[in-house]
């Protein structure tokens, strides 16, 4: 591997790079435009980009795209050359700075949820300065936001960055409250933890489900899976290390600051965690890391999984969303410091996000709702669908003191002896972690880790930027009214933590009676599927709270609504239609010609005069025939059910007898073919099995 310092951000056009190539007035505008949100002189897009084409054809780009993010959940690319013919009949490498600022792609293919007609085509992007270009193979890629020609936001980095503007606002009104006027901007800082499986490229290629679905749809239990505990941060393989060592070059060069890597709890299943970054570029880094994992794994022979529950019966894959709020002093509003109850603007930010979380705890769930999140929350260390957060011993004293106007004891800071004299005694942590909270406080940052591995983290951060800003704004607006600034702001603190305690919950979400005393006490919603909580986009509420922050328009919400109902119907419709193949053409015929051998084997012995009535084989015979049997008719049910969908009155609908209807199905299908497999012999099976899979790299 080369030299980290000589490649990292090698294919970059970061700030770095522009220092020397761009003369210092245009430097220092583009600069001013980054750091502090101010419009983009529009006479310095010409100079940056005859620079950045001649820095990206210097390394090899003959092409420049605009990146950006539609609704598609993938990243989308056009390829323009940077060509322009010259009188002589040659080329000229040219690139504008009206090719720079915008594109047009055509929009008609990408989802829009209603925004606009089939015919209706023209779409546009537009450069976003703040995230810095880069070069993937021989391109140069322009990140950049997506609308339609009626300028409705088609993607998700348009309403990411103005819920990003909306906190930096309030933040500002509370910050000023406090005499931190020296503050320009706060923004969010992201570092998502990317889980995900390996599978070798062989196998992979013998599974039709796992080729048309990223998951598999049939498989027995391995006879060993994660129960030994043993492969958690266990030993990497010497396949596998290969692997992250390439990936991490590769991320290296994209300026992606990939830190940490291990292996997860499930076999074949690993981590890789970056360092933290303003959420915008964590985002768009987010979106490539994925994409150059899984290109990366094919040169290695293998496939990268990135299915939020690619095998059942072992721990599904998440993404966790470490999130924060920071100046640019670099002070984390976070940061309770070492006496929080005495820290006034930490708690008071503590408390919008409380009330935040406890608000649009809706808003929260349907953010992270997929068809493949749904098989994962709830089990094998994945936190349960009902919203609640985690603070710890410390910060949970701190506001039972305030809300209760009694003194406040200092946690004992213990010290943990680790029984070897030669280690010294550590401070023990007043904040522990709770694996299964779905929002949880570690230290100075809130882990929301309910997102799956395939989620764009744009989703959820846009809900909880949002979330948070009304809160601030709601705190700001009595805070600057009021006349005795101190004792009104323990009020407003006082208040909310009574008010919003009911959302704090640190014990063990996957306990039975925490759900009954989620929803039948403390009155919190537990929406398990993505038809359940989709619809709550729309509520009343959450249109005015989204709107009044400029975040979404009303018809980008209904648009947005009526696009994740429709991902949700057309995966799990395309993983009932490929268990229905996969049942007729695969699984019941490998099992009948088992039968079939089996059963000349009954006859052989019965030819040769045994006299046993009821062999070992006859007796498989007949339970193997009667599961198939099964499996005929249960995929015919299947069909049916599948069939049915087309007289769905709308999406909401649909979603709905998918949920009821298809889902039931296709478990009953499943748990018959599952059990087929458990009886019928290896060398019949036509695919790789569960253990195969899982220790086959």
């Not at 609504?561 to 057309?570: H, R, S």
């Not at 949920?659 to 009886?679: F, N, Q, S, V, Y």
Request: aromatic share 8%; charged share 25%; glycine share 6%.
């Amino acid at each position: 591997m080369a030299q980290i310092n000589d490649i990292f951000g090698s294919l970059v056009f970061d700030e770095r790079t522009m220092k020397a190539v761009l003369p210092a007035k245009v430097f220092a505008s583009l600069k001013k435009t980054i750091d502090e949100d101010t419009p983009l002189d529009p006479s310095v897009a010409d100079v940056v980009a005859q620079a950045m084409k001649e820095w990206a054809v210097a390394k090899g780009a003959t092409h420049y795209t605009h990146w950006f993010q539609p609704m598609t959940g993938v990243t989308a690319e056009k390829h323009d050359s940077f060509i322009s013919p010259a009188p002589d009949g040659g080329v000229l490498m040219e690139f504008s700075g009206k090719e720079l600022i915008k594109g047009e792609p055509d929009a008609s293919s990408f989802p829009s949820g209603g925004l606009r007609a089939t015919f209706e085509a023209r779409g546009y992007t537009a450069w976003d300065p703040s995230s810095y270009a880069f070069i993937k193979g021989k391109t140069l890629c322009i990140p950049t936001a997506f609308c339609s020609y009626s300028g409705h936001a088609l993607d998700k980095k348009t309403p990411l960055l103005r819920s990003m503007e909306a906190l930096n606002k309030q933040c500002l009104r509370i910050l000023k409250l406090f005499g931190n006027d020296q503050v320009k901007n706060v923004r969010t800082s992201v570092g998502p933890e990317q889980e995900y499986f390996l599978v070798t490229k062989e196998m992979y290629d013998k599974r039709l489900d796992l080729k048309m679905t990223g998951r598999t749809l049939f498989g027995s239990k391995s006879p060993k899976g994660q129960e030994m505990d043993d492969h958690y941060f266990g030993v990497i393989k010497p396949r596998v290390a290969a692997y992250m060592e390439d990936l991490n070059e590769e991320l290296w060069k994209l300026g992606i600051f990939a830190k940490t890597e291990h292996n997860e709890v499930a076999p074949a299943q690993h981590e890789l965690a970056p360092i933290y970054e303003t959420t915008n570029i964590a985002t768009d880094h987010n979106q490539l890391t994925m994409e150059i994992m899984q290109k990366t794994a094919l040169k290695h022979g293998l496939v990268c999984l990135l299915h939020e529950k690619p095998f059942a019966g072992v721990n599904g894959s998440g993404k966790h969303n470490n999130w924060s709020m920071s100046t640019n002093l670099g002070q984390n509003l976070l940061s309770p410091g070492a006496t929080p109850y005495e820290n006034a603007q930490f708690l008071l930010f503590l408390c919008a996000v409380i009330k935040a979380v406890d608000d649009y705890q809706d808003l929260l769930r349907l953010a992270v709702a997929t068809a493949g999140n749904d098989h994962r929350l709830g089990a094998n260390e994945a936190p349960p669908a009902i919203i609640s957060m985690f603070l710890g011993d410390e910060l949970n004293a701190v506001l039972d003191a305030i809300e209760n106007d009694k003194p406040y004891t200092d946690v004992i800071k213990q010290k943990m002896q680790l029984g070897v004299d030669i280690l010294p005694p550590i401070s023990k942590d007043t904040t522990d972690r709770n694996r299964t909270s779905p929002f949880a406080f570690t230290g100075n940052k809130f882990e929301f880790r309910s997102l799956g591995s395939s989620n764009s983290i744009a989703c959820a951060n846009i809900m909880l930027n949002s979330a948070v800003a009304e809160s601030l704004q709601i705190f700001a607006d009595k805070l600057e009214a009021s006349s005795d600034f101190e004792n009104d702001l323990h009020e407003l603190i006082k208040e909310t933590i009574k008010a919003h305690k009911r959302i704090i919950f640190n014990g063990n979400g996957y306990d039975d009676a925490w759900v009954k005393e989620a929803t039948e006490v403390r009155g919190l919603s537990n929406y398990k599927t993505t038809p359940d909580c989709m619809p709550h986009l729309l509520d009343e509420k959450n249109v005015t709270m989204l709107t009044k922050h400029g975040v979404f328009s009303k018809a980008e919400l209904e648009s947005r609504c009526e696009i994740m109902l429709e991902n949700y119907c057309k995966s799990v419709t395309i993983e009932a239609n490929t268990m229905v193949v996969m049942s007729k053409t695969q699984i019941a015929p490998a099992i009948d010609k088992f039968v079939g051998d089996l059963a000349q084997r009954v006859a052989l012995k019965q030819s040769i005069g045994s006299s046993i009535p009821d062999t070992y084989e006859l007796s498989l015979v007949k339970k193997l025939s009667a599961i198939t049997d099964g499996i005929y008719s249960k995929t015919d049910e299947l069909k049916d059910e599948i069939a049915a969908l087309s007289g769905a009155g709308d999406i909401i609908e649909e979603s709905a007898m998918i949920r009821d209807k298809i889902l039931p199905k296709m478990a009953e299908l499943r748990a018959l073919c599952d059990e087929g497999e458990t009886l019928t012999s290896k060398e019949y099976w036509p695919f790789p099995s569960y253990a195969d899979l899982l220790f086959g790299v």
